[in-house]
């Protein structure tokens, strides 16, 4: 199978409810909300790669190789010349340091995509939060005011400047923690271009009657 990767645009930015019209968003799977890891390759994949770190080492070790491949499909489609002029963000996750279940497993993917790339966790979260995979569809999900209360970029590592900026996360969804750190980093880097990557967006199974 030929991997491709694909940009949010007219046709399914209404999914994704906190994104606006000069996002640049791009994506390679498409997860399927309300099914378990059973449905899909993708579900899988993503199954795996949310995997708490208090977890099994035998789950640790499904969550080890969700991250490798997923390093690699990004390294499958993108391209290589742009991947070496940005600085790759990695969205970080919903516990903060010195949490048992803290997961930097998306800069794990980033710093597994290539050797030399920019990767910079300049985005720190000061407090936990519930996960909005385990909030669930109709929980209590955090927004995106409540991310910007706990977000602080780090500043012994925003210099040098950076030239384009890629926001990289596991899933999007509503959009929220794309748009949270798209402010924070827009109004420390303003005039800089920021994209959104996801290993994949969320979308709705067909209902059931």
């Known amino acids: 199978m030929t991997l491709r990767i ?3 645009d007219g046709s399914n930015i209404a999914d994704h409810a906190r994104l606006r019209a000069d996002d640049t968003c791009l994506y390679i799977f498409e997860y399927t909300s309300r ?4 449905f899909s390759q993708t579900n899988n994949l ?13 789950q640790l070790g499904y969550k080890r190789q969700a991250i490798s491949n997923c390093a690699g499909y990004f390294r499958d489609t993108l391209n290589a010349g742009w991947l070496a002029t940005a600085t790759l963000v990695p969205v970080p996750g919903s516990k903060a340091p010195g949490h048992p279940d803290y997961d930097d497993r998306m800069a794990q993917v980033c710093a597994q995509i290539a050797s030399g790339l920019d990767v ?6 000061t407090a936990s939060t519930t996960a909005s995979h385990e909030a669930g569809e ?4 955090v927004t995106v005011e409540e991310l910007l209360a706990v977000y602080e970029l780090d500043e012994t590592i925003a210099l040098p400047l950076p030239a384009t900026i890629a926001i990289v996360d596991d899933v999007l969804t509503a959009g929220t923690h794309y748009r949270a750190m798209h402010t924070v980093l827009s ?3 303003p005039g800089v271009p920021i994209y959104g990557l996801f290993i994949a967006r969320r ?6 009657f």
């Open 6 to 8: 694909s940009q949010i």
């Open 35 to 38: 099914r378990n890891y059973t």
């Open 46 to 58: 993503i199954n795996n790669l949310k995997k708490k770190p208090s977890s099994s080492a035998a």
């Open 120 to 125: 910079r966790a300049m985005v720190r979260q």
């Open 138 to 141: 109709s929980g209590d999900r």
């Open 187 to 189: 109004a420390r880097f």
């Open 203 to 208: 979308v709705f199974p067909p209902e059931d």
